[in-house]
């Protein structure tokens, strides 16, 4: 049983290393009624549930909040889970206080029909959350940070689906916040759960060569004061090995052993101003080979983030390169704690707003990039406008644009203005001229060429584009400029998609079935569900992978009004009488009974246009009619073994394959996988190769219903930032 009251002091004795202005009366009045009406509960490791806010507040005190948000961290679980009301918390500490805690709470999760529009309602409640005040975000990353300390207490289920939404949510937060303390440790405790043999190698070894690490880590730090002093130049030296989770991705990048990496070591030098940092960058590569393009300036050029240090890296006697990282004192607060670091709400919240309003900025551009988007393409694109490495470019006139990695042209255009991006006709990269899918480099310089007689934009852009602020402004532009347009295409697209479920598209025109499906699709008309197919905001794959299910349960459900609702094509199309169906869930014409199997080398799903081939003790061979093994046809020596096949419905899941070709980049493997967990699509097998040239090879072997479905997955896939191109096992 733990003492209240010495919980309590150890708690301000914590706090008051971070918070010392914090009020105490106030924390101990918020930590009494937590603690009443938590009274009940307790945590899955059997301690009294109090430990938890009492955590929270201990983490939101050591990001420097002010006291408002330590007692709000204290009571961000009474709404949720007490009988505490909003009224009552207003009263006792105040409206902010009251604010914080209900915006915690509503953070909360609701049931949604996917993971992803779950995951994407939290995140447009967590940005809206932001606009208002950066607090409650800011309490949710300790909420999470604690339960992750704490998750070895959950079921094996639970730790390994808290680790993955970290890993995809929190950690890309707390690195856009600029938090990267908080991120490091989220991380690395994601990866104990996601990866945990791989988690216990490098630990394993990091402690086996312990001495030696600390030994060379005393040797730089030694040699870097001795240097400072020298020339009279005030600083705080610190050394690290990178974390855990940093490690395991160079790892998987460069496809090396532990004891293969040598870019493991990471040195700080702290500073008074910034004149300083520039002079002990000079000393530093006076002292050490420096490693050409590995110089990064981010004090003249600030991440988004509001990060600032002087980046490089260079190679000692020993062979041996590690990274220097060289930053002033504020810069070193604002990089540990982020935006936290800047909200010092001593005097409350309204102390700078303009600047407030521009470091948020991005947040803003988050919750316009929800609108018009698919969950899927929405949390995908999310962690490439959060997570991914900048790059930084200018306009001509020398103004600074941040995108992500990999960007084009067409993502510049539409950073600096929609309309910029919407009458588009050319750019220039160094005053070169560039086509739009030239990727840019830090320090390029980007001139847009534009003309009034532009007719918009392309929809090829969309598969051209890496930031989701690009994609989202022309998906809008064709929704509203091109709707009749999209209603035709939308249209024909989902009764494309009806056609290949054997389902007559007719039904959409029945009135009960078609107010079913708007109910269901969330739009008030037919022509509005058309055009969101049409311009993309939704495919048709999705939408009737949505709707079938209720018009087969409407069809059961009144059997009377069948007739009414035509589910099967006309009878013209039935098969012929001679017909072999196995298990395979495919129809062979005029042979009564035989053995089907389905061919490795081109791996046919339904919807393929295929043809059967009698084999030698092996029954008939389905191949596609594009697989290269089946060009044989057109031979008159074996055109008596070709034979007629179809598909039959419900054919249950196939098992398929893809080749996909990528840049070798870090943590591909991770995201092809992520994707496929996404789609609830089942790998049976998955491995990559790096090649010379900087690319890899990856084989991804699935199980799928149809080709409709292969389709979204190989839409989703080639979304992945670094994939070029996918080819379908070895007959296309």
């Not at 040598?262 to 004149?275: E, K």
């Not at 794959?541 to 006309?570: C, G, M, S, T, Y």
């Amino acid at each position: 049983m733990i003492e209240r009251e010495q919980l309590f002091q150890d708690m301000m004795r914590s706090i008051a290393r971070y918070a010392p202005y914090a009020d105490e009366s106030r924390i101990r009045k918020a930590f009494a009624l937590a603690d009443k009406r938590h009274a009940s509960q307790v945590r899955r490791s059997g301690e009294p549930y109090i430990i938890h806010p009492v955590a929270v507040a201990e983490i939101v005190a050591e990001m420097g909040l002010d006291t408002d948000a330590i007692v709000a961290s204290l009571l961000h679980d009474c709404l949720e889970d007490t009988a505490t009301s909003y009224d009552e918390i207003a009263t006792e500490f105040g409206t902010a206080v009251a604010q914080m805690v209900e915006g915690v709470t509503k953070l909360t999760r609701v049931q949604y029909s996917s993971l992803e529009e779950q995951q994407m309602e939290n995140l447009r409640k967590m940005f809206m959350a932001m606009s208002k005040d950066i607090r409650v975000i800011l309490i949710k990353i300790a909420d999470r940070l604690h339960n992750m300390r704490t998750m070895q207490y959950q079921k094996p289920e639970k730790q390994v689906s808290k680790s993955m939404e970290t890993m995809e949510i929190y950690a890309p937060l707390a690195h856009r916040l600029g938090m990267q303390k908080i991120k490091w440790e989220l991380e690395d405790r994601a990866l104990q759960y996601l990866d945990p043999t791989a988690y216990k190698d490098i630990l394993d070894f990091l402690e086996q060569h312990h001495d030696e690490a600390e030994a060379f880590m005393n040797e730089i730090q030694d040699t870097l004061r001795e240097r400072m002093q020298t020339v009279g130049i005030q600083s705080s030296i610190y050394g690290r090995i990178k974390h855990i989770y940093s490690i395991y991705r160079k790892m998987k990048a460069q496809h090396k052993s532990m004891d293969e990496l040598y870019d493991l070591y990471a040195f700080r030098v702290v500073v008074d101003t910034i004149p300083d940092c520039y002079n002990v960058l000079g000393h530093i590569h006076d002292l050490y080979h420096l490693v050409p393009g590995r110089f990064k300036d981010y004090i003249s050029t600030p991440k988004p983030n509001m990060y600032q240090s002087l980046h490089t890296t260079v190679i000692g006697k020993r062979g041996i390169p590690f990274e220097v990282q060289i930053r002033t004192w504020d810069m070193h607060q604002t990089a540990e704690y982020g935006v936290a670091a800047h909200w010092k709400y001593k005097d409350g919240i309204s102390s700078n707003k303009d600047n407030n309003e521009k470091e948020f900025e991005w947040v803003r551009r988050l919750l316009e990039s929800q609108q018009d988007t698919e969950a899927e393409d929405y949390i995908h694109s999310l962690k490439v406008d959060m997570f991914d490495d900048e790059v930084f470019v200018f306009t001509p006139r020398g103004k600074v644009i941040s995108l992500p990695a990999g960007s084009t042209p067409i993502d510049f255009a539409y950073a600096v203005h929609s309309a910029v991006g919407n009458s588009m006709v050319g750019a220039k990269v160094n005053n070169r001229i560039a086509g739009y899918d030239w990727t840019l480099n830090n320090g390029d310089v980007v001139e847009i060429l534009t003309s009034k007689s532009a007719k918009g934009p392309s929809r090829d852009w969309l598969n051209i584009c890496k930031s989701n602020q690009a994609r989202i402004k022309i998906k809008q532009w064709f929704k509203k400029e091109k709707r009749e347009e999209n209603v035709a295409r939308g249209k024909a697209s989902m009764e494309g998609e009806l056609r290949r479920l054997n389902l007559n598209p007719s039904i959409l025109q029945e009135e009960e079935t078609r107010n079913i499906i708007l109910k269901k699709l969330a739009f008030d008309e037919l022509e509005d569900l058309f055009a969101a197919v049409g311009y993309g905001g939704m495919t048709a794959f999705k939408a009737v992978n949505r709707i079938k299910d209720e018009i087969l349960r409407l069809h059961k459900a009144q059997p009377q009004q069948a007739e009414n609702i035509p589910l099967k094509f006309p009878a013209e199309q039935t098969q012929p009488k001679h017909r072999s169906f196995a298990a395979s869930g495919v129809i062979v014409e005029d042979i009564p009974t035989c053995m089907v199997k389905f061919s490795r080398c081109c791996t046919p799903v339904p919807g393929d246009d295929i043809v059967g081939f009698i084999t030698k003790g092996y029954g008939v061979s389905v191949h596609r009619k594009d697989c290269v093994n089946a060009q044989g046809m057109d031979d008159p020596n074996q055109s008596g073994r070709w034979v007629k096949v179809s598909w039959a419905s419900d054919g249950g899941a196939f098992s398929t394959s893809l080749e996909i070709l990528s840049l070798n980049r870090d943590g591909l493997v991770m995201d092809l996988a992520t994707a496929m967990t996404a789609l609830k699509v089942k790998v049976t097998e998955l491995s990559s190769r790096a090649l010379n040239d900087g690319t890899a090879i990856t084989n991804l072997t699935f199980q799928v219903s149809d080709v409709g479905e292969l389709e979204a997955v190989k839409s989703r896939l080639r979304a992945i930032q670094g994939v070029t191109d996918i080819h379908r096992g070895h007959g296309a």
